[in-house]
């Protein structure tokens, strides 16, 4: 077998020669300190933490060196693709490849039949490899082919002979639920349902002075993260089965690649490669089985591509969600009371819809205190695509409904809508709905911190003269997250270790999807040790080379990861310590590492003269951190103390909208968040600065259109994302001051958040503008164009 | 049907026999295993592989390899000079206008076509220049300073 690997196995980036990686690196140094003043080489006492440092990998991305999946080759490498379903529901009567098997350049074709009988899925292992009797949506994988070349792999995916029986299809969950519907899974049509109450219902509504009732609807969603998924499988000498994949959570795979193709843990290895992008959406299951499964098949290395159209058919969503909701408030703006009904259309599997669909139910009502609170939320099976995660879990829908209600609600109690907010938001103290006890809440300093802009800008739109059919408007809205999984332990840890040239290795188990985290991981790891951050390599998601610490996902590698770094980082610093104290024959209490400083007493050496100094025990000088804090929920109610912590944040908009063709424009933006401690300023603001653009693409363009259960605007020509012209370069992110006892340096986390207020805001800015309450996502042009001629319509 | 070519790729020449349908981006990646240069939409939309043919920006993922005879194709791969990044590839660095990295090759092959042709654009015209380029991290603002401030000197 020829599975030569000619650079460092698993190395993300084409790095060169040690010569070339020696010049790059003083490269990146000379460039970071040049521009943005000195790097500081300092310890514990002042670190980096706080500072916006520009990302290492960065170096390598610009330079085109960036060794995404679908760059890697191997020498006598094959090419696979799937067969996937043409329909959206049906019986499988035969299957047969033989004609694609006698295809030019076709090495092997994989069926059920090759798969085992092992499910797969990420929460509950509902889904079969690829279908065997049944295909449950169009798209659905049935068969792969393994060829010679790309072109010769898809040439034979089309003579795969599927002989179908149409089953009816099922296309909302209304339908769905409907008596007499045709069971998709074999545990009936009700994905999951969650209820949860707090108070009296009835009493919180009868005691408010105004009850507003409305219904929102919002459409599906794709990630459009724009690398799509690839991966790479090969065996080497020793029998170890090797599958690179981008992915956000490797350990994942790698538990699963070993369970479904029966091997042993050691004998299956999942390294990460560099992330295009991922938003939740590669936490899912693509190519990584079928890529396994082929290279022990042909025992040659096997690669797969995902086309742009496969990741519209085939991968995971964002659910479309339907919510019916009545708030209740008292004539001064207090909430007495919310009735929120979700359904959502979870698609043809599970995937992440049970962590949606808890999340939705503790979310709904943050980040305000409404003292009397019901929630039901229903995930239907369809026929469609499966839905999955995506930055936020469906809380931007939640919010949606939350938001535009609470803006309603303001205009007719004749409040501000910043006034209404911090009336009811959470402060010190509150409880959630689940009943947890909240902490460092930084909610009301974010709305402290807008008013002033608001109150400015609304005076200036009022004085401003009205040209044509151009609107101006101001639109708010909050947020309150919860940081990590859902109701149940998530567990972190690093490992910090030296060589005896003073270079020190972090390892971590949540992988950098992009976002820069072993960035902010290594600024964290090298604080807490006392060593220069330019010191600390950070190797993340390699199966073989660090822990399960669960995903990089749910905003949680900062807090999560970032605390294992610290705690791992101080432990480093001990033993190290110790460790020179051994060698110099003093007390351990005298000999302290700061600032990559060694001092004993009044004496001071460098850090890498340390290094040397210790350097035959340096493999045993091993720093370890595990952080777990004590998460516990119902799984139905979801009572309890569901996450850690909470982010917050208020986002203020300015829109225009030009009534005569219904087109509407985000004007600019003011982020205010609480995320506490900002570990790295540059990643906090291209976090938010990306979160304002999909959420103004969610606003008004993203729409997965389907059609009798296909999607058919599967290209960026017909799904609309926001483009330079459309993101406003006015997004000012401002971070209020706040520390949260149980972050790192008191840091919480910022990925997902930022898109969250933007559609609620956005529509609450068209009210203000237009005096129309849109209540649908995406807001088309079509769509606002009728509720502003039905305004006028209803004029006298 | 192949076709004898000639091409120049960031200043070296490859005499390249090609298939007719075979697109500049294939060549580029799977001929010369030039990576840099991205895949993502292959319709000419996203501009994650966007190089300069003779000095200008096109998807590469559109053209044809045998379309492009004797001309001269630049790529990411091409942008640094004796060990050295370009003043874009730094500005991208040191402004935070790389994330995920996807689609960083398109943009700075577009922004260095921009800043040839026209050194000193405004923030209207940057702007202008990069709406073939989609980006889904970073919100394009970064981007944009970036250029900014190479064209700011």
């Known amino acids: ?796 | 049907m192949s076709v004898a070519i000639r091409l120049t790729v960031n200043g070296e020449r490859h005499d390249l026999t090609v298939g007719a349908t075979e697109t500049l981006v294939s060549v580029l990646r799977d001929r010369l295993g030039m990576t840099g240069t991205h895949k993502d939409c292959c319709m000419g939309i996203c501009g994650s592989c966007t190089v300069l043919v003779d000095d200008r920006p096109v998807s590469s993922c559109l053209l044809l390899a045998a379309q492009i005879d004797s001309q001269s194709v630049r790529t990411v791969e091409g942008l640094e000079r004796d060990g050295s990044l370009s003043p874009l590839q730094e500005a991208f660095l040191t402004f935070g206008a790389v994330q995920c990295g996807y689609c960083t090759p398109g943009f700075l092959m577009t922004a260095t076509a921009l800043l040839e042709e026209n050194p000193r654009p405004g923030r209207a015209e940057i702007v202008e220049a990069l709406k073939g380029n989609l980006c889904r991290c970073t919100g394009y603002k970064k981007i944009v300073e970036a250029v900014e401030a190479v064209a700011n000197g």
């Open chain 1, 1 to 796: 077998m020829s599975s030569h690997w000619t650079e460092p196995e698993g190395e993300k980036f084409a790095l060169g020669t040690l010569a070339e990686q020696a010049h790059w690196k003083r490269e990146y140094r000379r460039i970071v300190e040049g521009v943005r003043g000195r790097l500081p080489d300092v310890g514990d006492a002042g670190g980096t933490v706080g500072q916006p440092i520009p990302r290492n990998d960065a170096l390598y991305k610009v330079r085109g060196r960036a060794r995404y999946a679908a760059n890697i080759e191997m020498e006598g490498m094959l090419h696979a693709c799937f067969v996937r379903s043409e329909h959206p529901h049906a019986r499988i009567l035969g299957l047969d490849t033989s004609k694609a098997e006698k295809a030019p350049g076709v090495r092997a074709a994989l069926t059920a039949a090759d798969a085992g009988e092992e499910l797969i899925g990420t929460l509950v292992a509902d889904t079969p490899v690829l279908a065997r009797d049944r295909v449950r949506y169009a798209g659905e994988a049935i068969a792969a082919i393994a060829a010679d070349t790309p072109a010769q792999a898809a040439a034979a995916a089309q003579l795969v002979a599927v002989e179908y029986e149409p089953l009816p299809a099922i296309l909302t969950p209304e339908e769905a639920l409907a008596e007499g519907a045709v069971e998709i899974d074999p545990e009936g049509n009700v994905l999951i349902a969650l209820h949860n109450e707090r108070g009296d219902i009835e009493a919180g509504l009868a005691e408010a002075d105004l009850v507003l009732e409305n219904d929102y609807a919002m459409a599906q969603i794709e990630h459009c993260f724009l690398e799509p998924p690839a991966g790479i499988a090969f065996v080497d000498p020793d029998g170890v089965l090797t599958v690179m994949v981008c992915t956000q959570y490797p350990h994942y795979h790698h538990k699963q690649i070993a369970r479904v193709l029966g091997r042993p843990m050691d004998k299956v290895r999942v390294v990460q490669t560099v992330v295009g992008g991922g938003f939740g959406g590669k936490m899912d299951n693509t190519v990584e089985i079928a890529v396994a499964l082929l290279a022990l098949k042909t025992e040659r290395p096997v690669r797969m591509v995902y086309t742009r159209e496969e990741v519209f058919t085939a991968t995971t969503k964002r659910h479309p969600m339907k919510v019916k909701q009545r708030l209740g408030a008292t004539r001064d703006g207090k909430f007495t009371a919310l009735d929120a009904e979700y359904l959502l259309d979870g698609g043809a599997y599970r995937s992440y819809s049970i962590t949606v669909s808890g999340r939705c139910v503790i979310h709904a009502g943050m980040p305000y205190m409404i003292p009397n609170l019901r929630v039901d939320l229903t995930t239907a099976f369809t026929n469609h695509v499966p839905c999955g995660a995506m930055r936020s879990f469906g809380i931007v829908k939640t919010a949606f409904a939350l938001e535009c209600q609470i803006s309603e609600m303001a205009e007719r109690l004749g409040l501000s809508p910043i006034e209404i907010r911090r009336r009811n938001g959470f402060v010190d103290g509150d409880t959630t709905a689940t009943g947890q006890t909240l902490h460092d809440v930084g909610l009301l300093k974010t709305l402290d911190a807008l008013e002033p802009i608001y109150r400015k800008r609304k005076a200036e739109i009022a004085a401003a003269p009205k040209v044509g059919s151009l609107r101006r408007g101001l639109g708010v809205a909050c947020l309150g997250y919860g940081i990590g999984y859902s109701g149940v332990r998530n567990p972190s840890t690093a490992r910090i270790r030296v060589d005896g040239e003073g270079t020190v290795t972090a390892y971590c188990g949540t992988p950098d999807i992009g976002t820069g985290s072993d960035m902010s991981l290594a600024q964290i790891a090298s604080q807490a040790a006392g060593v220069s951050v330019n010191r600390v390599n950070v190797v993340s998601g390699d199966s073989t080379k660090t822990d399960d610490s669960g995903p990089t996902s749910a905003s949680r590698t900062t807090y999560f990861s970032g605390n294992a770094a610290l705690i791992a980082g101080r432990d480093f610093r001990r033993r190290f310590e110790a460790a020179v104290a051994g060698k110099l024959r003093a007390p351990a209490d005298r000999v302290r590492l700061e600032a990559d400083t060694v001092t004993v007493d009044n004496e001071a050496m460098s850090f890498k003269e340390a290094c040397r100094l210790v350097a035959d025990e340096a493999p045993g000088i091993v720093g370890y951190g595990k952080f777990d804090p004590d998460i516990e929920a119902d799984i139905l109610t979801l009572k309890g103390n569901p996450y850690p912590t909470y982010t917050f944040a208020t986002h203020l908009v300015e829109i225009e909208i030009d009534e005569a063709l219904g087109s509407l424009a985000l004007a600019r933006v003011w982020a205010a968040h609480d995320a506490g401690t900002i570990v790295n300023p540059i990643g906090s603001e291209g976090q938010i600065e990306g979160g304002v653009a999909q959420g103004l693409g969610q606003a008004v363009m993203e729409k997965v259109v389907r059609e009798n259960g296909y999607v058919v605007n599967p290209h960026y020509r017909d799904y609309l994302l926001p483009g330079a012209k459309d993101v406003p370069l006015d997004i000012e992110c401002i971070f209020v001051d706040n520390y949260d006892r149980t972050g790192p340096y008191g840091a919480k986390g910022v990925a997902e958040v930022s898109l969250i207020p933007i559609p609620a805001a956005m529509a609450a800015a068209v009210a203000d503008a237009s005096a129309v309450r849109p209540a649908r996502l995406p807001m088309e042009s079509e769509y606002l164009l009728r509720l502003i001629e039905r305004r006028d319509g209803a004029k006298p």
